[in-house]
C-alpha cells in the first residue's frame, strides 16, 4: 500500500469487527489483528442481546437506538448469526415480579407473563413467579457475527493483517502503527483491542478492570426447541442449535486465561434453576475470555471509554466494553465516522471528563 490507509483498525473482536464493517463503507481500511478474528473474549461469550438488564429489568444505555445500531450492522454482515428469538426472564422473587410487572406496564416491547400463562407458553423454563418477556431480545453467535462483519469489509478492499501492534509513531501527514510484521500507515488509528490495551504503554493508565468470564456448551434437552428464547436470571441459557451456551462466570482475580472445567458444575446448575432439563446435561466444551470494562467510580452507569486518545492526534479508542458490548460496539461504530472526521463528536458519557 503505497498511499496510507483512511484508518487502521487494531482488533478484530467485536467492537473493532464493528468498526470496520462501518467505515469500510467509505474509507480504505486495514485491520490489524495479533490472533484469529473473533477469539478473545468476543469468541467466549454466549451473546446475549438483553437490553433491560439488572434486576428490575431497567433499559440499558440508549438500548433502542443501539438494537437498531446491531439489527442494521447484523443484515449488513448477512443477518444468519443473529437469533431473534426473545428473552425470558423468570421472576426471582415476588419484588421482582413487582418491577418487571412496572417495567412491562411502561415499555411497549415488554410482555409480563404470569405464572400459569408463563408454564403453558415455555413449559421447559422454571418461573413459579412468572417472566418479563423482552421481544426485542435474542443472542449473537459473535465470533461468527465478528468473521462476517470482516469478510464483508474485506469485500469493499479492506484489508486484514496478522501482526501485534507494539506502538505508533505520528508523521506531519500520518501515523504509523508499528507492528512485528512491518510498519502500517494510516490517516487514523482506532484502537479497539480488548484485554490488548494493557500491553501498551500508552494505554496502561486508562481506567480498564479486567474480568475473566467462563461459558460451557451443554447439550441441548428436547424440551427446548431450537428456537426458544434465550432465558436470564442468575446466569443465562441461549439455544444454539443442538446445544445451549450457559453463562457466566465473572472472575476478578485470575493467573490463568484457559477455561477452567472445575466451573462447570456451577454453570450447569445455573442452568439448572433456569431450565430443570438441563440440570443432568452433558457438558459439550468450554471457553473463556477475558473482557475489560470501565468502574463505576469513573462510569457510573459503566460504559465503554470511546473518544480521541489524549496527547495523540489522530488516534483513537474503543475499549471497556465488558458485558454490554453487543448494545454498545454496533452503535459506537454507527457514529464513528461523523467522530473522526470532526462532524459530530461521540457523547460526552463515552469519556468521562475525569480523564480529559
Known sequence: MTEPADVVVVGA????????????????????????????????AAGLVNPF????????????????????????????????TGVVRPAQSPSQSDAFQAQARAHADLDWLGPAASAERWPAVAAP????????????????????????????????????????????????????????????LVLALGDGARQLAALVGLP??????????????????????????HGYVAPDGDAVVVGATFEHSFADTRPDPALDAGLVARAGALVPSLADAVVLGRRAGVRVTVPASVSPRRLPLAGPLPGHDGVWIVSGLGAKGLLTAPLIARWLPDALDGRRALPSELWPSSLA
Do not use: Y
Not at 135 to 160: C, M, N, P
Not at 161 to 182: C, F, Q, V, Y
Open 13 to 44: 473482536g467485536l467492537a473493532g469487527a464493528c468498526a470496520a464493517l462501518v467505515l469500510s463503507r467509505t474509507r480504505r481500511v486495514v485491520v490489524v489483528e495479533a490472533n484469529r478474528p473473533g477469539a478473545g473474549a468476543t469468541g467466549a
Open 53 to 84: 438488564m439488572g434486576r428490575k429489568a431497567r433499559p440499558a444505555w440508549r438500548h433502542d437506538q443501539a438494537l437498531d445500531a446491531l439489527a442494521a450492522l447484523a443484515d449488513e454482515a448477512g443477518g444468519e448469526h443473529v437469533r431473534r
Open 129 to 188: 413467579l412468572g417472566t418479563l418477556l423482552v421481544g426485542r431480545g435474542g443472542s449473537v453467535d459473535l465470533a461468527a457475527f465478528a468473521r462476517a462483519a470482516l469478510a464483508t469489509a474485506v469485500g469493499r478492499g479492506a484489508e486484514v493483517r496478522t501482526a501485534r501492534l507494539l506502538g505508533w509513531e505520528a508523521t506531519p501527514t500520518h501515523i504509523n502503527a508499528i507492528t512485528d510484521r512491518g510498519d502500517v500507515a494510516a490517516r487514523r
Open 208 to 233: 480498564l478492570h479486567r474480568v475473566k468470564g467462563q461459558t460451557v456448551r451443554l447439550a441441548r434437552p428436547p424440551a427446548l426447541t431450537p428456537d426458544h428464547p434465550a432465558v436470564a436470571g
